[in-house]
């Protein structure tokens, strides 16, 4: 079955960075897009960036110019490193893959980021 595990998450000080990775495995059909999402207490999961399967790549405002989202398909990993972190990026993190062939989401347990 198919299994995302994220990793990367912790502690820092506003300005600083952080570099989440989510391996994924168990999957057999092509995949139509990797995304990484976060959900803050009391609000609604968001999607921050993602990468499509042509390699366009999208971010949401907030993290425009500061996070970046890359992949490397050689080890089924899907990485977002994360500069600038200010103290609005406090949440937790989930890395997400969407099927090609239905458009099924698959969700990473998440990792926490705490910038204080």
């Known amino acids: 079955h198919v299994q995302l595990v994220e990793s990367g998450g912790g502690s820092v000080q506003t300005g600083g960075s952080l570099r989440l990775s989510c391996v994924i495995s168990?999957?057999?059909?092509?995949?139509?897009?990797l995304g990484w999402f976060r959900q803050a207490p009391g609000k609604a999961r968001e999607g921050i960036a993602s990468?499509?399967?042509?390699?366009?790549?999208y971010y949401g405002d907030s993290v425009a110019g500061r996070f970046t989202i890359s992949r490397d398909n050689s080890k089924d990993t899907l990485t977002l490193q994360m500069n600038s972190l200010k103290l609005e990026d406090t949440a937790l993190y989930y890395c997400?893959?969407?099927?090609?062939?239905?458009?099924?989401?698959?969700w990473g347990q998440g990792t926490q980021v705490t910038v204080s």
């Open positions: 997400a893959r969407v099927e090609a062939v239905n458009f099924f989401v698959y």
């Open positions: 990468i499509r399967r042509d390699g366009d790549e």
């Open positions: 168990g999957y057999s059909s092509d995949t139509y897009c």
